[in-house]
């Protein structure tokens, strides 16, 4: 078995500004990150370019950070099934909760972290199913959606299947995070009032969005080295 590779918060410091040091930074090795003053580990679930070359590294927390968090505390707005009246990702209270979080993580952090653009559903048809897909700004703090974590999955979720599995959650046993379930940012698209999480048992299932849950901590850091 390969040696996971660990980085800490101070060498994590010297990607976010200008150094040598790059091939220490590797996707599934673990950085060390403080967050309301205690350091966590956090592990590398991609290194990739944006369109206008910007270097990035998104990062997941190895730990439920947040616990009893609600997708979407009230529902009766999507109790009429109606086309483009669906549990939306965008519209859920969960997206508002994380981004609140980056200010529990050090400057040097929040200054480094950047807006995370996805594709998700935007209109479904309730005759034929027929979905169109737009891209929308999910924000600096996130969770991952339920292809990212399982692949293609073969239920009618609202996620884009663009977006593509981690090479970290191929692993089934790294799904298994604490001994509870935490969110995705997926909503199953044909029953209007559940959204996807990851069981304490790594598979993966729906609930009504008003269940609380626990949540796991994603952001993209910029990072200065090309």
Avoid: H
């Avoid at 369109?51 to 947040?66: A, P, Q, R």
């Avoid at 981004?99 to 807006?115: C, E, H, R, T, W």
């Avoid at 969110?183 to 048992?201: E, G, H, P, Q």
């Amino acid at each position: 078995m390969m040696e996971t590779r660990k980085c800490s918060f101070d060498t994590l410091k010297r990607f976010i500004s200008p150094d040598d040091d790059s091939d220490k930074i590797a996707i599934n090795g673990i950085v060390m990150i403080p967050f309301k003053g205690e350091e966590k580990e956090f592990v590398i679930l991609n290194i990739g370019k944006l369109s206008d070359g910007t270097t990035y590294m998104d990062i997941m927390s190895k730990e439920l950070l947040l616990t009893n968090i609600k997708w979407k505390a009230t529902l009766d707005q999507y109790y009429n099934i109606r086309e483009s009246l669906f549990l939306n990702y965008i519209r859920s209270d969960i997206i508002d909760v994380l981004n609140d979080q980056l200010k529990y993580f050090p400057d040097i952090i929040q200054s480094a972290v950047i807006d995370r653009e996805v594709s998700c559903l935007d209109t479904m048809s309730t005759i034929t199913g027929k979905k169109t897909y737009k891209t929308v700004n999910i924000g600096k703090v996130w969770i991952p959606s339920i292809y990212e974590v399982f692949g293609q999955v073969d239920c009618n979720y609202d996620d884009d299947p663009i977006n593509k599995q981690y090479e970290y959650f191929k692993n089934e046993e790294n799904r298994k995070i604490g001994n509870t379930g935490w969110w995705l940012r997926s909503t199953y698209a044909f029953y209007y009032k559940n959204a996807c999480f990851v069981d304490f048992d790594g598979s993966y299932s729906d609930r009504v969005a008003d269940t609380s849950y626990s949540s796991v901590l994603c952001l993209r850091l910029k990072l200065l080295y090309s």
